[in-house]
């Protein structure tokens, strides 16, 4: 049973154009999220993260939204770069327990000139 | 610098062995994790421990074993019994100060011939 969804596999995206990832989630109990960023061959690095008393939280280019209502966020980039090319992870952490994060599938994004 | 650290990066193993993938951090933090990553299927949670002499199964534990007798250490045994080991995995990090994100390593894979 997957908790933590991205239902988007891969998406294709223009230089300056805006991206915007999905994810959505089935526990009510996450209460921290997080994005990461993956390039081939290597370990993901930390992007941005939201808590759930929060519903937007923004760094630069990078904006995570999050509708807890709807169990959905969502990461916004802009303008997207050709570096931005990479694969995203959305990772829930539930409160109460331990700091364990639940990761969905990711969804690589290709970002064209 | 402070970081994570895997080795070896690139690893064969026969069928019917044991390998050890290594897993270092130099970031005082107390909490280490192994995941294992398949085409198209995101992060699983292999073991993760949460302080020194104690370790708790993920999602995916059998047919590995883990070790945690350092803080700074926390190796990856994949054992012969692990039915289809050829994947990339990844070693990863955490504190306790409130900021819940993982520091990652740069990751080992792992070709069973």
């Known amino acids: 049973d997957q908790q933590v969804k991205q239902n988007s596999p891969s998406l294709s995206v223009q230089e300056g154009r805006i991206s915007i990832l999905n994810c959505d989630y089935t526990n009510s109990m996450f209460d921290y999220f997080l994005w990461y960023k993956k390039y081939p061959a290597e370990g993901p690095t930390f992007l941005i993260s939201i808590s759930s008393i929060k519903d937007k939280n923004e760094d630069g280019r990078f904006t995570v939204f999050l509708n807890k209502s709807a169990k959905h966020l969502s990461l916004h980039i802009v303008p997207s770069q050709p570096g931005d090319s990479a694969v995203y992870f959305c990772?829930?952490?539930?409160?109460?327990?331990?700091?364990?994060?639940?990761f969905g599938a990711g969804t690589r994004l290709a970002v064209h000139p | 610098d402070g970081g994570i650290t895997q080795s070896p990066k690139y690893l064969f193993r026969k069928e019917g062995q044991n390998v050890t993938l290594s897993c270092e951090q130099n970031l005082n933090h107390d909490a280490m994790y192994w995941y294992r990553q398949d085409p198209g299927q995101g992060l699983r949670l292999i073991y993760y421990s949460q302080i020194v002499n104690d370790f708790q199964k993920g999602d995916i534990a059998e047919g590995y074993s883990v070790s945690r007798e350092k803080k700074e250490s926390f190796p990856l045994t994949v054992t012969s019994a692990q039915k289809n080991p050829t994947a990339f995995y990844l070693c990863?990090?955490?504190?306790?100060?409130?900021?819940?994100?993982?520091?990652f390593g740069s990751g080992t894979r792992l070709t069973v011939v």
């Open positions: 990772a829930a952490r539930a409160s109460g327990g331990y700091n364990k994060l639940i």
């Open positions: 990863a990090s955490s504190a306790w100060d409130g900021n819940y994100g993982y520091t």
